[in-house]
């Protein structure tokens, strides 16, 4: 199913793919029904053992990053540790964001509290001819999301909390609005994409690798312009 999971970028140190919705990163214990996985997948695509570099749900689309030596997998993890890597996501959300914001949410994960920072900047407002609830309408935000921290289910959980769930997101989204995109649409896919990520390494030179839409994120944006009231609005 995930056989031809593209190569975005690769060097003698690291190789970056565009990791596809339901696609998990390795093995897991909680998900012991999944037979493929990106490890595996960029394994055999390069010929060589690849050591993953940090983590992105299941659910999560976008840009993965895999070390080709040990070496590289500790300086490249001490630089996501050291907050030296910029990552910026792309959610589609219910409701209209404003314009810019920082979200400061404590996370809690396996017991442990830990600070965590979102900022994040709305690219475009939507409403559209959807009935939902005792409205006529439905209002939507695609956001940029630049977390500060890497906390498990960060961006979800933050999104969640200032009322704007991500659409498609189980179980942090809003179910009854996960409920009317799948039997309008038949959409059951997370709207949440890791667009970039920029770093430097192993030199001065800066490196920022970028990874397009899915098919599916590209089609929810498509009925949201198709089903548009008016002309979307940005910000």
Not at 22 to 46: S, Y
Not at 181 to 207: D, R
Not at 210 to 233: C, G, H, W, Y
Request: proline fraction near 5%; charged fraction near 20%.
């Amino acid at each position: 199913m995930y056989s031809k999971t593209p190569i975005l970028f690769q060097n003698k140190h690291l190789v970056a793919i565009n990791k596809p919705h339901g696609l998990l990163v390795h093995r897991t214990r909680l998900a012991k029904e999944a037979k493929e996985f990106a490890l595996q997948l960029v394994r055999d695509a390069i010929k060589q053992k690849v050591y993953p570099v940090h983590r992105l749900d299941r659910k999560t689309s976008g840009v993965l990053i895999f070390a080709k030596s040990e070496q590289a997998h500790k300086d490249l993890q001490q630089l996501f540790a050291n907050r030296k890597v910029e990552k910026t996501y792309l959610a589609i959300v219910r409701g209209y964001t404003p314009s810019q914001g920082q979200i400061e949410y404590a996370l809690t994960e396996a017991g442990k509290t830990q600070e965590a920072i979102t900022n994040y900047l709305t690219q475009q407002h939507f409403e559209i001819d959807l009935p939902f609830g005792p409205f006529q309408t439905s209002r939507y935000s695609l956001v940029q999301l630049m977390p500060q921290t890497g906390r498990y289910h960060q961006l979800r959980k933050h999104m969640a909390h200032i009322l704007h769930p991500i659409v498609g997101d189980r179980p942090h989204g809003c179910n009854k609005q996960n409920k009317l995109w799948k039997e309008t649409f038949n959409m059951t896919t997370m709207m949440l994409h890791a667009q970039s990520i920029s770093f430097t390494y192993p030199t001065g030179n800066l490196l920022s690798i970028q990874a397009p839409f899915s098919n599916e994120f590209k089609r929810v944006l498509s009925i949201m312009s198709d089903k548009a009231l008016s002309k979307a609005t940005h910000t």
